[in-house]
């Protein structure tokens, strides 16, 4: 039956997670964007939110009883309300844990699955994008060739989050034309972890190049062994992810300029009872709502095991846009003062410009 | 908990509207576009039995409830009961018939928006009065006339009047009105009746408006004109003059009295019924949206022109973001729409919702109808085709029950928590 209210327990992660995004992200983010770094004490913080471990199963340590896409999306768009760079950190080890819970053979689940649901942040991640503008998932250039019971890797990857720490970074190549994952320990001969990038917006975020060099790696890791890995499904739970995350920026922005609005006089009155500003934030009242549910429409065909595929892109594409529109109206509704780093509106049109390029970079 | 699942008994009396449409719609379609007046009779025989049992299960539903609060029984607390799917259903019906076509569809006899009102605020013996004629006899319609020649979405500014006479017990109704939708047929060529507008009192603006029925037939209430429209042009549009029209006390709706003046407590009540025409009008406006985005896509295909989901942006062709867009747009908009309706089922108030709904799915049927028009060029400009009709049809949403513009004011109000003196 059609319904649009979260349960209970969802309403209660919610409520939590707001709590979080408010009290202890909220006072901190704009230092971290200017300094560009995240202390470890918040991230071991948020991991204590027990959010990745929450969509892992029992008998791999975690404490999922349904694992549920929408529960996710739900928790995604708090966390970036209260900041994008600081939730993508904490979502990274999700990269690597959501694809081998979903793909991984019983070795891999067995072995992996456990480290993140320990009470210590477990640092770990994915390469997927490729440092060109071409980029595209299905048609990648860094490959893996079979050789003996090796595999061989060899290419470039960019906007890789937390490289330097991770444990364990799922790289994705092309095998044969068609695009697979493989597990890659800290540490292995060949994986060379470049330089931090620099970006527009989540500075706060750790990411890098990667080179892979004849990495070579046992022919074990290939993520869900012989039967490999669905593309397909891992871009889809990826888009969801980062759909809801552009709500939650959208949100942010949107939510500062409406009490801006209401606070700043001129003429004599709130220049929110100017039609063209009010008209504004209505549109963005908009845009936000249907955002979000075209997000929880695909999430919930995920977790009801329907095709989900076209709604995600659909989503995605849609919330790139959206969370533009919506963070650039931010920084217009506040005039000069939007472009003053003082306020917090022009960051949020940096990390929402973001979203455009961000492919498989978050996963709930 | 979020689901977006429909309860089989509606994707089954979908599934049955849809065909309907196919059958029965499409066919008249551009024949009633081309010969503007002309009525889909055989059509509107066909929906009829339908209507007469739909109203006749409302009509013994409120006598039902009637007879309960009667009795002294306490009425069931809204959140135990569980949700009804009756507004679910009626936006799927609107939705697969305006997919056949939105001029037709307006042209379905029965209580229609002029019923609603009674339905929301009438006593029993008003529904029993005036909504019985839907269960019997010939085919019979309902209208509803807000809209003046000075004023549509500024009510406060109403000039039509009803004045007590005392002696009789009447009220005498004065004014125009104009774009009345089924108004011919609701005041002339059916026994069916008006809902009309008109103020008690003009020095107390809002507070004074109240509605009032008139029975098709009235003395004193005359259709002056009908309108040639650019679009949905099976559904007639009209102007009535009520000059000293006499209708019985008991016709107001709602209490007469007027409330403090310059208040707009007893103006709210009235709004209301537009709470919920928002979203069936958005209902609306999404099946004209579905039937283009499908014609387009099918086109494409014939050509065979395939739109690849999924590829990163570089690789898409300006055709597939089009159409990609008009289908984000529409999944935007009845998305937006459904949550309007359900919560309308839910009996949880939803006034920004449904603005928020109508202003959304008026300004994406508009797109998304101008855009087929432009990316299948002139092959469908020729009137061969539908799309061109649908590009016209699709316009009035953005217009009627409130202009994308005033459905985007009420949104903004809402969100400020802004009254009409903070925001204009």
Redesign the interface.
């Known amino acids: 039956m059609i319904s649009f209210e979260p349960t209970e327990e969802q309403q209660m992660l919610i409520g939590a997670v707001r709590r979080f995004a408010d009290k202890e992200m909220r006072p901190v983010y704009r230092d971290f964007d200017e300094e560009g770094e995240i202390p470890q004490n918040l991230v071991q913080k948020g991991w204590e939110l027990g959010l990745t471990a929450a969509g892992i199963p029992e008998e791999y340590e975690g404490f999922a009883e349904e694992r549920s896409v929408v529960t996710g999306a739900l928790y995604a768009e708090e966390l970036a309300w209260g900041d994008l760079a600081i939730t993508m950190h904490l979502l990274a080890p999700g990269l690597a844990a959501y694809p081998i819970l979903l793909c991984g053979t019983t070795e891999q689940k067995e072995s992996y699955l456990p480290q993140f649901c320990e009470d210590e942040f477990k640092s770990a991640t994915a390469a997927l994008i490729e440092p060109t503008i071409r980029f595209d998932p299905a048609a990648l250039k860094t490959t893996a060739t079979l050789d003996g019971d090796e595999y061989v890797l060899n290419g470039n990857k960019a906007y890789v989050l937390l490289a330097e720490t991770a444990d364990l970074i799922l790289v994705y190549a092309a095998e044969d034309g068609a695009t697979q994952g493989f597990l890659v320990e800290r540490g292995t001969e060949g994986l060379e972890v470049g330089d931090r990038e620099k970006h527009m917006g989540i500075k706060a975020l750790a990411t890098y190049e990667l080179a892979l060099n004849d990495c070579r790696i046992p022919r074990a890791s290939r993520l869900g062994g012989e039967a490999g890995c669905d593309l397909g499904q891992l871009m889809t739970l990826s888009r969801i992810a980062t759909s809801a995350l552009a709500v939650g920026v959208a949100r942010a922005s949107y939510e500062y300029a409406l009490a801006y609005a209401k606070e700043r006089e001129a003429f004599g009155e709130p220049i929110a009872s100017r039609q063209a500003i009010a008209f504004m934030l209505a549109d963005m009242a908009v845009d936000i709502d249907a955002t979000r549910l075209m997000v929880w429409e695909a999430a919930w065909r995920m977790d009801q095991g329907k095709d989900a595929a076209k709604e995600a892109y659909l989503a995605k594409m849609f919330a790139d846009e959206m969370v533009l529109r919506v963070t650039d109206g931010g920084v217009q509704v506040l005039g000069g003062y939007g472009y003053i780093r003082e306020f917090p509106v022009e960051l949020w049109l940096r990390n929402g410009r973001g979203f455009a390029t961000f492919d498989g970079l978050a996963m709930v | 908990?979020?689901?977006?699942?429909?309860?089989d008994q509606i994707k089954q009396q979908y599934a049955m509207f849809r065909q309907v449409a196919q059958a029965s719609m499409r066919p008249i379609s551009r024949d009633l576009d081309e010969n503007e007046h002309e009525k889909p009779w055989d059509f509107i025989n066909q929906m009829w039995p339908v209507v007469q049992m739909q109203e006749a299960y409302e009509l013994k539903r409120a006598e039902r409830k009637a007879a309960a609060l009667a009795a002294g029984e306490k009425p069931a607390k809204p959140r135990k009961r569980r949700?009804s799917?009756v507004t679910?259903l009626m936006a799927h019906m609107i939705e697969a018939m305006s997919w056949g076509d939105a001029g037709i569809y307006l042209c379905i006899p029965g209580g229609q928006l002029g019923g609603e009102a009674i339905k929301a605020v009438g006593t029993i013996e008003q529904k029993r009065r005036f909504l019985k004629r839907f269960t019997e006899g010939e085919p019979k319609w309902a209208a509803m006339a807000i809209t003046e020649p000075c004023c549509g979405s500024d009510t406060a500014n109403i000039q039509a009047t009803a004045r007590l006479d005392e002696e009789t017990n009447e009220w005498v109704l004065n004014g125009e009105k104009i774009f009345v939708t089924s108004g011919l047929m609701a005041a002339q060529e059916s026994d069916g009746f008006v809902v009309v507008w008109a103020s008690v009192d003009r020095s107390a603006r809002r507070a004074g408006i109240k509605s009032f029925v008139v029975e098709a037939g009235t003395p004193g209430m005359k259709v002056t004109k009908t309108e040639e429209k650019l679009g949905i042009r099976a559904s007639d549009t009209v102007s009535i003059v009520f000059e000293e029209c006499r209708i019985p006390y008991d016709n107001v709706l709602g209490s007469p009295e007027v409330k403090k003046k310059d208040t707009t407590k007893g103006f709210k009540g009235v709004m209301k019924t537009f709470d919920a025409s928002r979203p069936l009008v958005a209902a609306s406006a999404m099946g004209i949206a579905r039937a283009t985005i499908e014609f387009v896509k099918e086109t494409l295909e014939k050509d065979g022109i395939e739109i690849r989901?999924?590829?990163?942006?570089?690789?898409l062709t300006g055709l597939e973001r089009d159409v990609?867009?008009m289908?984000?747009q529409y999944?935007?908009?009845w998305?937006?729409t459904?949550?309007a309706v359900?919560?309308l089922d839910e009996r949880r108030p939803n006034a920004i919702?449904s603005s928020?709904c109508k202003?959304?799915a008026g300004k994406a049927v508009t797109l998304i109808t101008q855009k087929a028009v432009e990316i299948l060029g002139p092959l469908v400009y020729s009137r061969k085709f539908l799309v061109e009709k649908w590009m016209r049809d699709a316009k009035i949403n953005d217009l009627f029950e409130g202009t994308g513009?005033i459905n985007?004011?009420i949104?903004?109000?809402r969100?400020?928590g802004?009254g009409r003196r903070?925001?204009?």
Request: aromatic share 6%; glycine share 2%; charged share 30%.
């Open positions: 908990m979020i689901d977006f699942e429909l309860p949700p799917t679910l989901y999924g590829l990163p942006r570089h690789r990609m867009e289908e984000a999944k935007a908009a998305l937006l459904l949550r359900s919560m919702e928020m202003a959304k513009q985007t004011l949104v903004a109000r969100i400020l802004y903070e925001l204009k």
